[in-house]
């Protein structure tokens, strides 16, 4: 059975930095893709940062250039620092997995993260806040 986990969500002041991490156990790590999501209260959720089948990286306009999202196969590990962050990065953040020839990558736009509806296999999620 996949499990998703994340951690190291907190509070922060706006500028400053933050790294999530998550932990994917119960399958072949190489044959799954991986991302990060946030949703923040009474809006929806939406991608912030994923790795497509071949290990590129995509990300959200609102984040490019402060967030990078990075793997650790060896640890299984899932990682997304995050840097200059500003109040409106406020939100719970969530890991998601699912295979990789489930998401048609061809389709939509290269640049950004695929939708959350993609995704079968999700973390409790992490909440961060970013503080003016």
């Known amino acids: 059975q996949i499990q998703v986990v994340e951690s190291g969500g907190g509070s922060v002041q706006a500028g400053g930095s933050l790294r999530l991490s998550c932990v994917v156990s119960?399958?072949?790590?190489?044959?799954?893709?991986l991302a990060w999501f946030r949703q923040a209260a009474g809006k929806e959720r939406e991608g912030v940062a994923a790795?497509?089948?071949?290990?590129?990286?995509r990300y959200a306009g609102s984040v490019k250039d402060r967030f990078t999202i990075s793997k650790d196969n060896a640890e299984n590990t899932l990682s997304l620092q995050m840097n200059s962050l500003k109040p409106e990065d406020t939100a719970m953040y969530y890991c998601?997995?699912?295979?990789?020839?489930?998401?048609?990558w061809g389709a939509g736009d290269a640049q950004t993260p695929p939708d959350h509806s993609l995704y079968n296999y999700w973390g409790q999620g992490t909440q961060v806040t970013v503080s003016s």
């Open positions: 998601a997995a699912d295979q990789c020839e489930k998401i048609p």
């Open positions: 119960g399958y072949t790590y190489d044959t799954y893709c």
């Open positions: 790795l497509d089948s071949e290990g590129n990286a």
